[in-house]
């Protein structure tokens, strides 16, 4: 499904955290969404790694592990849309870094 972003589906917070089981898995990297259900017994490091990274943006705990490259190709077989960040949280980002950046 990784047609243009353009035409991506986008998904909040709630509706990707609606997806936190085994039957059922989806996860926020990158701000992107991936429905990881079916590559979750096949993950080296454990279906309970994924099933704990629901729920939030696990963007942070994908890139420390430090995933190899085919490991990021696999992604877009998984790839559902783009995670719609709310807007409040986006001006607080915008302004943090408006008050924060050297002139």
């Known amino acids: 499904m990784a047609a243009a972003d353009t035409d991506a589906k986008l998904y909040t917070l709630q509706e990707v955290s609606e997806h936190n089981n ?21 993950h080296p490091g454990g279906d309970e790694v994924l099933l704990s990274a629901t729920g939030k943006d696990a963007t942070d705990d994908f890139e420390d592990v430090g995933h190899s490259t085919s490991a990021r190709g ?9 995670f719609l960040v709310p807007l409040g949280i986006l001006a607080l980002a915008v302004a943090v870094r408006y008050f924060t950046k050297s002139n």
């Open 22 to 42: 085994s039957k059922d898995c989806w996860l926020i990297i990158g701000g992107k969404v991936y429905d990881v259900t079916r590559f979750l017994e096949d």
């Open 74 to 82: 696999m992604m877009e077989e998984y790839y559902v849309g783009k």
